[in-house]
């Protein structure tokens, strides 16, 4: 996996952060979902490093980056410290500007990103999320069903925590075994580099501490947004998979719509894990859209 491609340890924002980096040409930042790390990449990354200088990034709390401590209010995790930490990995390797390709935990960390470092960022491809007010504030018996996790994970410490910690392969198995492909779309090699993340120490509580913000102070600094009228005005691009609950449940291009001005999308023929699954449709829509 990545060939060509350098591991590194960056101290940004307080903590370290785990990046794999390769190829040459514009800056593309590439951030991760739950449960998972940079390694979701690994199908897509080597063209990708064709066009660009590829930063796959590891989230704080997931893979090999620091967890920091659980702090009041979840603050230590939400998605504008989240998007701190990226910015400044990203112009610590010289890149003052640069485009964005996220998934789910990954593109709600990029759309504060956006946000809040507008100058930033070029382009953004955002996969298989609807913002994330508006999938709380329309939480329906099929969302929450399918998205158990959202509401067993944001439940007081120490529940949830001991829970995973008790059994982290079934952790994983039931998560991303449970979404419209099962376990298929993961190589072996990957599927091994998500389990030893989540059993490093901390990992179960830094996975619930990120959970809490979104459902806490992230929350309140979307609303925040939209009571100052502030909207993405870089060009956006949303794909989700059309076996996934994001668009059964929602509708994502309409609801990017209303805090973003200038956004495309689709939904393409496979279900949440986007890159996993659907690796070269992913590559010819991201290219032709972030070329």
């Known amino acids: 996996m990545f060939a060509g491609f350098e591991k590194h340890l960056r101290h940004v924002n307080g903590v370290d952060i785990a990046y794999r980096i390769g190829g040459n040409g514009p800056g593309l930042l590439l951030l991760h979902g739950h449960p998972q790390t940079h390694v979701i990449w690994h199908k897509v990354a080597e063209r990708l490093a064709e066009h660009f200088t590829v930063v796959a990034a590891d989230l704080r709390g997931y893979g090999d ?119 298929a779309p993961f190589t072996d090699e990957a599927f091994g580099e998500y389990l030893r993340c989540l059993q490093r120490p901390g990992s179960a509580q830094s996975i619930c501490e990120d959970y809490r913000a979104s459902a806490g102070i992230d929350l309140e600094h979307d609303r925040a947004d939209i009571a100052a009228g502030h909207s993405l005005a870089l060009p956006l691009l949303v794909l989700w998979g059309q076996d996934g609950t994001v668009g059964r449940c929602f509708k994502p291009l309409e609801e990017w719509q209303k805090v973003a001005l200038d956004v495309r999308g689709k939904a393409l023929p496979c279900g949440h894990y986007v890159a996993e699954e659907a690796p070269e449709l992913l590559l010819a829509e991201a290219l032709a859209f972030l070329r």
């Not at 990103?113 to 930033?120: G, Q, T, V």
């Not at 929450?144 to 529940?159: C, D, G, N, S, V």
């Open 65 to 183: 980056s620091a967890r920091p401590p659980i702090s009041d209010g979840a603050g230590h995790y939400s998605k504008r410290e989240m998007a701190v930490d990226n910015v400044e990995l990203m112009r610590a390797l010289g890149f003052d500007s640069f485009s964005v390709l996220a998934h789910d935990r990954g593109a709600r960390v990029a759309h504060r990103l956006a946000l809040d470092h507008s100058a930033a960022v070029r382009r953004m491809v955002l996969l298989d999320i609807a913002p994330t007010l508006a999938m709380y504030e329309q939480t329906s018996e099929a969302f929450a069903r399918a998205y158990w996790h959202w509401f067993f994970l944001i439940r007081p410490t120490p529940l949830p925590e001991t829970l995973i910690e008790a059994d982290p392969p079934l952790y994983l198995r039931s998560v991303m075994g449970s979404r419209s492909a099962g376990l």
